[in-house]
């Protein structure tokens, strides 16, 4: 989610201006980013970094503030930045030889535990857990973030 606000007139700023707020470090603590375009040609190059912040990752909410004289202001082409393309966020895999020494360590052991953390929540994995945990008969424990993976009443889960 990328959210854009407008703030008071940039010349204005810190001035108590009518309506003043400094909206971005309002939002920094709930946005992986946040910014204020410095001029308006620069604007595609934080759109960008704002569109490659919130998808690349744990995708989360971004904030752009766009001061109101710049919002009013008129621009020539030849003075905006081209604007990139952000690329697709990267694939994060496993290395398959850790994956297999994993599984073979899972394989083997006398007692093991399945601990479901908040990774298998964000991810949406509650199949693919599911079916790890019933396919191999493995206890599981989950965490308070990883609570609703799979339901706290299930045979197999190890919580009290």
Known sequence: MIVIGGSSEQD????????????????????KYTARPNST????????????FSTFGRPGPVYL???GNMINQNVLEKNISPFVV???PPLT????DKVRDAA???YYAQKPLVIIGK???YAQAENSVRELVEGCKLPFLPTPMGKGV???DHPLCGSS
């Open 12 to 31: 204005q700023e810190g001035m108590d201006a009518f309506q003043e707020c400094p909206q971005v470090d309002i939002a920094r603590p709930f946005s």
């Open 65 to 67: 503030d766009f001061p």
């Open 104 to 106: 073979d360590l899972l």
């Open 86 to 88: 952000c690329p697709p």
């Open 41 to 52: 040609g620069r604007i595609p190059f934080y759109v960008e970094k704002a569109v490659r």
């Open 119 to 121: 990774g298998a929540a």
């Open 93 to 96: 895999l496993a290395d398959p």
């Open 150 to 152: 799979l339901p706290d």
